[in-house]
């Protein structure tokens, strides 16, 4: 049991980590063990993100586009051949009612949220796969939101619908790989304050009373859903995606 969550030995890739959840599962990871990669577009922010949390443990920066198959296959080709676990974290929102909503804005969203993450799996799948094993198979842990489960009201459809098909993509990768001794699971976060639900990030005093639990995530919640489902206590959860929300998505 005392080894049970460790990270000791394993490398990470982390995509949008250099800010809001993914760096808070990079500390996550950090201080148990693992060595990290994040990704990101902002070579600059990543190289910050690096500094700052270079104190828990051996962390680095790839930076790069994976919004596009070229950019994913760039960013890929500068990885480390031990990467054995990856995180689909990277994401962004578009908001704009239905008669207005452009083209544009679906496809950003679509691309990046979506797209990018099955693409971003096939890439590294034969480094995934030849790291793997029974005993330590490797693990690849998809970020929904609980917006891709509930009826959000949001005017953001190309964001919800992504992470849903992301939940839906999940499932079916979990069985396609988990033979392959590569475990896909995923992670449906509520309120996090990062610099997509600025609202978490600037004004959370607004959001708690929708939430049961009466507060917004912390670091420390989304890094113990992540380790959990990166380490050997995770090794018995294939297509699950697990919701840290404090209870939001039950109370709507």
Known sequence: MSTLFSLEGRTAFITGGSTGIGAMIARGFLEHGATVIINARNAERCAQTVTELSEFGEISACPGDIS?????????AELPDMVDILVNNAGTSWGAPIEEFPENGWDKVMDLNLKSVFFTTQQLLPRLVANGSPERPAKVINISSVDGIWNSKNDTP?????????????????????????????IAPGAFASNLNRAARDTPEK??????????????????????????????????????????????
């Open 68 to 76: 596009t198959l070229a950019g994913i296959e760039a960013v890929v």
């Open 158 to 186: 190309s964001y919800i619908a992504s992470k849903a098909g992301l939940i839906q993509l999940t499932k079916h990768q979990s069985l396609k790989l988990v033979g392959k001794n590569v475990l896909v699971s995923g």
């Open 207 to 252: 959001l708690i009373n929708g939430i049961p639990i009466k507060r917004v995530g912390s670091w420390e919640d989304m890094a113990g859903a992540a380790v959990f489902l990166a380490s050997r206590a995770g090794d018995y959860v294939v297509g699950e995606t697990v919701i840290v929300d404090g209870g939001l998505a039950h109370a709507r």
